[in-house]
């Protein structure tokens, strides 16, 4: 099996690195344009069916739908997931992109000859200097507030994709390297007297337009409708029910914290102004570990009494609790939620409709947390039939890590 699953990496986030919209931004949440082709070629949908991806990250879903004329709603809880999502579905017309060149290049014309260069604003990001140089910091501070400088002048379509440019031009530029779990930051380089960090940074900034420029060409043939809410709340925050086909891959039970890879953007972008606000949007989030989260974790109890529908359950949490109390709370706190979820789930389904859901397993000391069989089993209680479980491919190289689709239908 294991030999087969390597063949499906085409089905990662790898694969949309370079496929046009795909990559604007290169964030681990996102999952293989390829997949959700996949999905949507088996479905056969009606022209008048409407997809709906609850845990939207990066857009991919919403993309796939949006190029190829279907009707789409996406949802998350991270405000610049969903406001990357939908800059990277709208339309731009050729006036967008005429201003994104002009305003570009008078950016990069005051990065190449204001003397000093002042940004009016640096982000309060803890440990700042571990991710950017001073001088770095400086001049992507002084091409932000540019950005802010313009945001009277110009349309919001050509802000958004500016935006994007800085965040692609930040991140290069950071010392951050991003790996499965843990985060680093490289050393900084010695560089030669000869280095010049401002002609550095406009190669980044002019290389990131060129590519956004090109893209935003690309037809968009029906912009999605984006939401920041709760895939707990579908039923509130969606006003029809009716969805033919769902499409999404939900965090899965493994601890890994999706604020903790977003933190440069959200703080540049000003999404996030302080760690404990970082912590407390990660708690709304279902897996959230980052910062405050953890030690909400840790005092955790179940709300109301809600039982997991899988005949291991107690006893993967009585394992899992033989070595840590706060992990135990961790992954009955992602259950409980992905309960509530479904039983949302099951409401905005339209009758017929299919569900596909992306999900890797998990293993907490020497206890496999299967993650996809529960899943099947917390759709199996909501109603749904059909239940179907493929794995798709192996995740890392630690054993029995895999991914899975698991799909359902609404009778
Ligand atoms: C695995 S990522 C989705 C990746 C996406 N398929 C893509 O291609 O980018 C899971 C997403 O779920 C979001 N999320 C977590 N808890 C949520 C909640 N309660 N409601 C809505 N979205 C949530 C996270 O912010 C994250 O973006």
């Given amino acids: 099996m294991n030999q087969q699953l390597k063949l499906f990496d085409h089905l990662t986030h790898r694969a949309n690195l370079h496929s046009s919209r795909y990559g604007w931004l290169r964030l681990t949440p996102a999952y293989s344009v390829h997949l959700v082709k996949t999905v949507l070629d088996d479905v056969r949908l009606q022209p008048d069916s409407v997809v709906l991806d609850p845990f939207c990250g990066t857009g991919t879903t919403a993309l796939v739908c949006a190029e190829q004329g279907i009707a789409c709603d996406t949802i998350d809880i991270n405000p610049f997931l969903v406001w990357l999502t939908k800059a990277k579905t709208q339309v731009y017309d050729p006036d967008d992109i005429r201003g994104l060149l002009e305003a570009s290049q008078a950016i990069v014309e005051m990065v190449k000859t204001t ?25 992507l501070g002084f091409v932000m507030r540019m950005i802010c400088d313009m945001e009277q002048s110009l349309d919001t379509r050509i802000l958004d994709l500016l935006k994007i440019a800085f965040c692609r031009t930040m991140i290069t530029h950071s010392n951050a390297s991003f790996n499965h779990q843990s985060m680093s930051f490289k050393k900084t380089a010695n560089y030669s007297p000869f280095f ?14 060129h590519d956004l420029a090109q893209a935003a060409r690309t037809t968009i043939a029906r912009p999605p409708r984006t939401f920041v809410g709760d895939a707990r709340q579908l039923s509130t925050l969606l006003t029809a029910h009716y969805y033919a086909c769902v499409i999404t891959s939900p965090p899965y039970p493994n601890r890994m914290s999706y604020i903790r890879e977003l933190r440069p953007y959200m703080y540049w972008l000003r999404y996030l102004s302080d760690g404990r606000q970082a912590g407390e949007l990660d708690w ?20 109301h009494q809600l039982s997991i529908p899988h005949p291991l359950f107690s006893t993967i949490l009585e394992r899992i609790a033989e070595r840590s109390d706060t992990l135990t709370r961790y992954v009955h706190k992602y259950f409980y939620d992905m309960a509530k979820h479904i039983e949302e789930l099951f409401i905005v389904t339209a009758p017929g409709g299919s569900v596909h859901y992306i999900i890797g397993n998990s293993k907490f000391y020497d206890v496999l947390v299967p993650a996809e069989e529960i899943l ?16 798709i491919r192996k995740r890392t190289s630690k054993k029995e890590l895999y991914e899975y689709i698991v799909s359902a239908i609404k009778p």
């Fill in 376 to 391: 099947a089993a917390l759709f199996e209680a909501s109603g749904f039939t059909n239940i179907a479980i493929k794995p």
């Fill in 196 to 209: 010049n960090p401002r002609d550095d940074v406009i190669i980044t900034w002019e290389a990131a337009i």
């Fill in 115 to 139: 003397r000093v260069l002042t940004p009016v604003w640096i982000p309060p990001l803890h440990q700042i200097e571990k991710w950017w140089s001073a001088e770095i910091v400086h001049i």
């Fill in 284 to 303: 709304q989030a279902i897996g959230g570990t980052w910062g405050a989260a953890t030690s909400h974790v840790s005092k955790w109890v179940p709300p």
